[in-house]
C-alpha cells in the first residue's frame, strides 16, 4: 500500500475513532493495524494524533516548570557543593538558599517556590547533562605485619548507637609513581553522624600519623570510643596501639578483613569525594605542600563538609526475588544528626548551635577555592622549577 492510500484509510478511522466508545475503538485500532501493517502501540499514535516528530523533537508531555531561573540557581548551588545526588542536592537547596539569595539578591517567589518543591528525581534529571565521569587509580598501602594478632577483625554491619565509633584510611598523593616521599592524606569518618575530620602527613610515618590522630581526637565534638582501619602500616604499630588501648578508659581497637574494602565502606566512599575530588591526583611531592593542604582541611574544607553537606544513612536492605532494595532515611548534615543525639554534651551543643548560625556556605565554599589555586600555584612552580 502507497503511503497516500495509508494517509487516506487513516484520516477516515481517525475521524471515526475520536468519538467512538472503547469497543468500537478497539475494533478500529486493530483494523488499522491489518489494513496498513503497523503495529497495535503506533496505529493508537497515529490514531490518537500523537505522531511521532522529527528525530530531536521533543515529542507528548506537559511542559517543565523548571525554567532558566530555576536551572541557573541548581546548577551554580550543585558546582558549589561538589555535585551531589538528587536526594542529597534537595538538602543541599534547604541549607544553601538563604545563602545564595544574600549573595546575588532574593529570588522570584515562585522561583523560590519551585526550588522547595523540587524533587530528587527531577534534580537528578536537571543534572544529568553536567555530570562528568573521572578516573581513579589504585592506591599503595602496604600491610602492616606488627600486632595484627592482638587487633581483633571487624566486618559486616556496624550497630551503633551514639558517635564516636571512627572508621579511618590513608590516600597517597604521589601522583603516577609510588616511589620517594610525598603527602598522605588522613580521614576519619564517625559511623553514625558521618562526621568528617581530615589531616595530612608527610610520609605516613607511625609517629606523624599518631600525632595527627591525637589532633582530631582533640577536634571531635564527642568522646572516641572506637577506631577501626584497614591493614597498612600506618595504623598497625605499636604507637598508635598504646596511644588507643593504654587509657583509663580504652578505645576499641579494631582492623578489617585483608582486600575486603566493603569492611571499611563508611570511610572508603569518602576517598573520592572528600580527598580527590578536593587535590586530585597530582604528586604532592615537596614539604611546602604540607602546611597549606593541612590548612584547606582543617578549616573551610572541614567546616563545609560537616555544616553544608547532607548524608544519606543506610536503614535497611530487602531482597525480593534477584534484586536488592535499600531505603535510606532523609538527608542531613553531620552537623544535624549531632545535634538529634539526646546524648550530646550541653557545651558542645551550644558550640554547634553557635558555629552553625554564623557561618555561610557559598563563603566557605570560595575559602576552599582559593585555598586549592594557591596550592596549584605551588605546583605549578614546582613543575617549573623541575624543568
Not at 227 to 247: I, P, S, T
Not at 310 to 323: I, N, T
Not at 365 to 387: D, G, P
Request: charged share 30%; aromatic share 10%; glycine share 8%.
Amino acid at each position: 500500500m502507497s503511503m497516500g492510500s495509508r494517509a487516506e484509510v487513516l484520516g477516515r478511522l481517525r475521524g471515526r475513532y475520536q468519538g467512538a466508545g472503547r469497543g468500537y475503538r478497539r475494533r478500529l485500532i486493530q483494523q488499522l493495524s491489518e489494513v496498513c501493517g503497523y503495529e497495535r502501540k503506533y496505529a493508537i499514535k497515529l490514531l490518537t494524533g500523537n505522531r511521532p516528530g522529527p528525530r530531536g523533537r521533543k515529542r507528548g508531555g506537559c511542559s517543565s516548570r523548571y525554567g532558566p531561573a530555576e536551572k541557573k540557581v541548581i546548577g551554580q548551588l550543585w558546582r558549589r557543593s561538589d555535585y551531589p545526588c538528587g536526594k542529597r542536592l534537595v538538602a543541599v537547596l534547604r541549607l544553601w538558599l538563604p545563602s545564595y539569595e544574600r549573595r546575588y539578591g532574593a529570588l522570584e517567589p515562585s522561583v523560590r517556590e519551585n526550588l522547595e518543591r523540587v524533587s530528587p528525581a527531577t534534580l537528578d534529571r536537571l543534572t544529568a547533562v553536567w555530570r562528568i565521569a573521572l578516573r581513579m587509580r589504585r592506591g599503595g598501602t602496604k600491610p602492616g605485619s606488627l600486632l595484627r594478632s592482638q587487633i581483633p577483625v571487624q566486618y559486616g554491619t556496624w550497630k551503633v548507637d551514639r558517635p564516636g565509633y571512627l572508621e579511618a584510611d590513608v590516600v597517597e598523593h604521589g601522583g603516577a609513581s609510588a616511589s620517594g616521599d610525598y603527602l598522605h592524606s588522613i580521614t576519619c569518618t564517625d559511623i553514625y553522624s558521618g562526621w568528617v575530620e581530615q589531616a595530612v602527613v608527610w610520609n605516613k610515618g607511625a609517629s606523624q600519623v599518631l600525632a595527627r590522630i591525637r589532633e582530631i581526637e582533640q577536634d571531635l565534638p564527642f568522646p572516641l570510643l572506637g577506631f577501626d582501619c584497614d591493614n597498612g602500616a600506618e595504623f598497625l604499630n605499636h604507637h598508635l596501639w598504646r596511644y588507643l588501648r593504654r587509657r583509663p578508659d580504652p578505645v576499641a581497637f579494631t582492623r578489617s578483613r585483608a582486600y575486603h574494602k566493603n569492611d571499611n565502606a563508611h570511610v572508603e566512599q569518602k576517598n573520592w569525594s572528600k580527598v580527590r575530588l578536593l587535590l586530585g591526583y597530582e604528586r604532592y611531592d615537596r614539604p611546602e605542600l604540607l602546611a597549606p593542604v593541612q590548612e584547606l582541611y582543617r578549616h573551610a574544607w572541614r567546616l563545609l563538609q560537616n555544616f553544608f553537606q547532607p548524608v544519606l544513612k543506610l536503614q535497611r536492605k530487602e531482597r525480593r526475588g534477584a534484586r536488592l532494595y535499600k531505603r535510606y532515611d532523609q538527608p542531613q548534615t553531620p552537623a544535624e544528626r549531632l545535634l538529634a543525639w539526646p546524648g550530646l554534651a550541653t557545651d558542645k551543643r551550644l558550640w554547634l548551635e553557635q558555629l552553625q548560625r554564623t557561618l555561610d556556605p557559598i563563603s566557605l565554599q570560595e575559602q576552599v577555592m582559593r585555598q586549592q589555586q594557591y596550592i596549584r600555584r605551588l605546583l605549578q612552580k614546582r613543575r617549573r622549577n623541575a624543568a
